[in-house]
């Protein structure tokens, strides 16, 4: 059989460390372990009445493409949702891509050539590894830590990264996977860098919404900077519509938008049913939001509290999204999650979580990091939490 091999590339495709102790979790399942999945950023909220509503409603006969930037009267409510967010953006500086994750593909091939690099912050939303892989760009990782909440680093720790390669810096706020909310101190930062060195500001905004304390500060509020701001945005979380596939990409740049658009066009449309449904869902009202919230400030403060109950661990209670990064008292943290999964349970329960090192780029980091994802109900997460109480001491007492 002739030698075939797969490119470079694809061999550095990593797997997702968030899916890859999946098999182990099947097992627990097998031997009747209940598993609580704390793992993932799928939420158990029912996606809106409204959005299903739209979508049985649909009467066209043919389910035929739409527009490459997305539908017109998508892209209209985007633009005025945006604007009760208090952020001008219009139809035209918006490209509706096929989830979050396309978005973030979109800017990165749009901004960078082969071998140019993008800062991040380490820990950082995992996938964004396999986006950098698949547009063979280099991401520089800058470490963050528990100990002070995950804040950014100093502008002269940012800045001894830049080099000539450098053409952007990208950020989730609030962030996955530590729930932080950056300040707008931290965001002003990053515009006088960028305005500094001539670089894009990429700003993951797909947990916008969910804020417990503070003030949220969108990339594209920031003056002087309407060229380099580019916006990542998507349903998935914010109406509980993860199956949807459908994220957008917002930029004032004309270059960059023709760009998205052309990398639009070759993938044709994003999904027409799910556009449908999702501009109903655009037309829920704060009230919406406000629940929403509210649910998970309550599921925060359990998974918080649980985490307190846990001597030595090292967390502060975070402001956004639905994530919690923790350092616990373990010595590694894909053998602890593995552990929970093959040998414990508590009362016929154990929970699965996404390991720390899987959300850093460089090597030997986050190895007594897990990261909680508060994506069940508070009576649940109060017995999840106790089970990972006497998960991490049946583990530390082996
Ligand atoms: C920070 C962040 N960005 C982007 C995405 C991708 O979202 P989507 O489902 O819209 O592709 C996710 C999904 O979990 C995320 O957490």
Not at 93 to 101: A, K, R
Not at 156 to 181: F, H, Q, S, W
Request: aromatic share 10%; with cysteine; charged share 25%.
């Amino acid at each position: 059989m002739a030698k075939v091999n797969i490119s470079g590339r694809a061999a550095l495709l990593p797997p997702s460390p968030i899916r890859k102790l999946i098999p182990y979790a099947d097992q627990a399942k097998k031997r009747g372990v209940h598993v609580y999945h704390l793992n993932i950023g799928q939420p158990d909220i029912e996606t809106p009445p409204e959005f299903w509503h739209a979508i049985n409603n649909y009467s066209e006969k043919v389910l035929a493409y739409g527009n490459s930037q997305g539908m017109a009267d998508y892209l209209d409510k985007l633009s005025a949702y945006y604007k009760r967010c208090g952020l001008d953006i219009n139809a035209d500086d918006i490209i509706v891509t096929t989830g979050g994750s396309e978005a973030i593909i979109f800017a990165m091939t749009a901004i960078c050539d082969p071998g140019d690099e993008i800062i991040v912050f380490e820990p950082f939303y995992t996938n964004y590894n396999g986006f950098a892989v698949q547009a063979s760009i280099n991401l520089v990782p800058l470490t963050t830590n528990a100990e002070d909440g995950y804040h950014l680093p100093s502008a002269a720790d940012i800045e001894k990264v830049i080099t000539d390669k450098t053409r952007g810096i990208m950020y989730c706020n609030p962030n996955n996977p530590t729930g932080t909310l950056y300040t707008i101190d931290e965001i002003n930062r990053l515009r006088d860098i960028a305005i500094k060195h001539n670089l894009y500001l990429l700003a993951d905004e797909v947990y916008r919404e969910y804020i417990y304390e503070g003030e949220y500060t969108s990339v594209m509020s920031l003056e002087g900077i309407n060229n380099q701001a580019i916006m990542l945005d998507s349903i998935s979380k914010r109406y509980s519509a993860c199956g949807a596939r459908v994220g957008n990409l917002v930029t004032r740049n004309k270059d960059i938008y023709t760009a998205a658009l052309h990398l639009g066009q070759a993938r044709l449309c994003s999904p027409t049913l799910e556009q449908v449904g999702a501009a109903a869902a655009y037309e829920l009202g704060d009230e919406y939001f406000e629940k929403m919230t509210n649910e998970y400030r309550r599921r925060r403060d359990v998974v918080y509290d649980g985490l307190m109950k846990i001597e030595d661990t090292v967390c502060l209670k975070p402001s956004g999204a639905f994530y919690i990064m923790a350092k616990l008292p373990i010595d590694d943290a894909e053998d602890f999650s593995k552990f929970m999964l093959t040998d414990f349970d508590y009362d016929g329960k154990t929970v699965m979580m996404a390991p720390g090192p899987g959300f850093y780029a460089s090597d030997g980091m986050g190895k007594s990091e897990c990261r909680i994802a508060y994506v069940l109900n508070t009576g649940d997460l109060k017995d999840a939490m106790l089970t990972l109480k006497y998960g991490v001491e049946a583990y530390n007492s082996r």
